[in-house]
Nanobody, 125 residues
Framework: HVQLVESGGGSVQPGGSLRLSCAAS????????MAWFRQAPGKEREGVAA????????YYADSVKGRFTISHDIAKNTAYLQMNSLKPEDTAVYYC???????????????????WGQGTQVTVS
């Protein structure tokens, strides 16, 4: 089993930046992908960014390309989401996720992930 704990959420003005962290523990060796999802009130959960931890390949939703950067520190077992040029529409609860499954295509679908953090609120206003 894998445990994920997010931190770094908060409130920021439009155009500002935040960095989210996701500390992983447990059977980390079994996972290949880590990702960030978000869910705004009344909306479906959306895949924001993902990273294939073995080689560092990254994937982004079109809505955040050029503004968000996902990274992974193997030594610290921690994933990060650097969010720049934040917009009000980025307001949501952000969830860290990890997957031990084989994923084909772009790994931004929530059913592909079997481990989830508790979420952290990001508010841009």
């Amino acid at each position: 089993h894998v445990q994920l704990v997010e931190s770094g959420g908060g409130s920021v003005q439009p155009g500002g930046s935040l960095r989210l962290s996701c500390a992983a523990s447990g059977s980390i060796y079994s996972t290949s992908y880590m990702a960030w999802f978000r869910q705004a009130p009344g909306k479906e959960r959306e895949g924001v960014a993902a990273i294939y931890t073995h080689v560092g390949s990254t994937y982004y939703a079109d809505s955040v390309k050029g503004r968000f950067t996902i990274s992974h520190d193997i030594a610290k077992n921690t994933a990060y989401l650097q969010m720049n040029s934040l917009k009000p529409e980025d307001t949501a609860v952000y969830y860290c996720a990890a997957s031990s499954r084989v994923i084909g295509g772009v790994p931004l679908g929530s059913p592909e992930y079997n481990y989830w953090g508790q979420g952290t609120q990001v508010t841009v206003s």
